[in-house]
């Protein structure tokens, strides 16, 4: 399991994953734009529900500024679909099961909860530029008012 954190100016890892819908979503087929990758423990859930509305209702000016949105989770294409259509989600969700991405991403690993340890995902955003390199590597964020702050870093 990858524990190294990304840094500014690292390049992003590869990665396809399927879509809501199944489709195949390549992050090489990207490039040329940049990407906004926020990774979140579960749909439908209270605070991931927070933060992604939260980028459904910031995603027009981050797009007119060229960026990508997409969410990674857990969950399986099925409960993305229903999160994204119970939500009015306008931006792909992600499928990651096996942690693999998350993996790669240092998005996935220990976490404590009323004093256990357990393995799971990171809240974490991860912003790409155009040439598939790391400007902002954010972990262990809140779900509210995180987006302001992306946007604030990233003057949108």
């Given at each position: 399991?990858?524990?190294?954190?990304?840094e500014?100016?690292?390049l992003?890892?590869?990665?396809?994953?399927?879509?809501?819908?199944?489709?195949?979503?390549t992050?090489?087929?990207?490039?040329?734009?940049?990407?906004?990758?926020?990774?979140?423990?579960?749909?439908?859930?209270?605070?991931?529900?927070?933060?992604?509305?939260?980028?459904?209702?910031?995603?027009?000016?981050?797009?007119?500024?060229?960026?990508?949105?997409?969410?990674?989770?857990?969950?399986?294409?099925e409960?993305?679909?229903?999160?994204?259509?119970?939500?009015?989600?306008?931006?792909?969700?992600?499928?990651?099961?096996?942690?693999?991405?998350?993996?790669?991403?240092?998005?996935?690993?220990?976490?404590?909860?009323?004093?256990?340890?357990?393995?799971?995902?990171?809240?974490?955003?991860?912003?790409?530029?155009?040439k598939?390199?790391?400007?902002?590597?954010?972990?262990?964020?809140?779900?509210?008012?995180?987006?302001?702050?992306?946007?604030?870093?990233?003057?949108?």
């Amino acid at each position: 399991m990858t524990t190294q954190r990304l840094e500014p100016g690292s390049l992003a890892p590869s990665f396809t994953l399927p879509d809501q819908d199944e489709r195949p979503v390549t992050l090489k087929d990207l490039r040329g734009g940049p990407v906004i990758l926020f990774f979140y423990p579960a749909a439908m859930t209270p605070g991931c529900t927070k933060e992604a509305c939260d980028f459904r209702d910031s995603l027009a000016p981050l797009q007119a500024a060229g960026y990508t949105v997409l969410g990674i989770s857990p969950d399986d294409p099925e409960k993305l679909r229903r999160f994204r259509e119970r939500d009015g989600l306008t931006y792909d969700l992600l499928s990651d099961p096996d942690h693999k991405v998350l993996e790669k991403y240092a998005a996935w690993g220990e976490k404590m909860n009323y004093g256990k340890t357990f393995l799971g995902v990171i809240r974490s955003t991860i912003v790409i530029d155009a040439k598939g390199r790391v400007t902002h590597a954010l972990y262990n964020v809140r779900a509210t008012g995180h987006v302001a702050r992306v946007r604030t870093l990233l003057g949108v």
